[in-house]
């Protein structure tokens, strides 16, 4: 599946993006620690598939392996057994086709302008001229809203506006698959809430495919096509469940049953929302 541009994107925006598909096969991965002389088993032999242009979550407890798995996809880090394929090719290092969107507001540039952290990865890991990549980095700016910030610098910023950049830098490096480690998890109820709903927006022009961490049941059913459900560390992979609530307001019984059965899930007594 060629990945679709937004329809204002000229013939050179569009001949940036490689044709990617975004289908991860991850299969018996086990992931290993060596910390302080002892071994730290974070992930247990977890199998999955991410299908091209699903937005698929990974949903557990905190330290139950998420980030390691999150991590080993970007190719951070490499899975002590099994392997991880993207579009049919062993992951085995970082590269421009996985682009990961941190929790933490400072993954920008400090002396780049808002243009500037979006256009200047374009001319590195993308070869483009200045023209092409600053106005490539409009456009993706454009879609997050912040047309009226291009000039300002990331410490005048708010951290909703800060992770809006680093998600406009991650689209407009057109992956085959973005990668999200709880990126709304330091905003604000209010700002975390509509970031979530321009996601969705944003994956609605885009089909991108998603990878999504959150520990936040309310999150993964706002968020995602399916979701898969992590046990408490090491990470082992409990259920992988369509979201039949992908879409429904937030105040549905659709989605009230959703959360409930993810809630199930994870065994939590039914007062623990598991929300941060
Ligand atoms: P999550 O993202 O779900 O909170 P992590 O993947 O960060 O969980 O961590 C899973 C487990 O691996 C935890 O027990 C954590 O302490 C451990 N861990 C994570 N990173 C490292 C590391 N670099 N060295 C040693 N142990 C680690
Ligand atoms: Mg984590």
Redesign the pocket.
Known sequence: MAVSLPATASPTAAAVAAPAAGHVVVDGVSIR???DGHD?H??DNVSFEIRPGEKFILL????????????AVAGFLRPTAGRILLDGTTIQRPGPDRVVVFQEFNQLLPWRTVLGNVAYPLRVARNLGRQESDARARRFLDMVGLDRSVGAYPHTLSGGMKQRVAIARALALDPAVLLM?EPFASLDALTRTRMQQELNGIWAQTRKTIFF?T?SIQEAVLLGSRILV?TP???RLRAIVENAADGAPLDSPEFAAMESQVRGLLALPLDGRGES
Do not use: W
Request: charge should be positive; aromatic fraction near 4%.
């Open positions: 620690y060596r910390a730290v974070a992930v557990g407890p905190s330290g139950c392996g998420k980030s390691t798995l999150l991590n480690d961490v520990h992590l560390g090491p990470g």
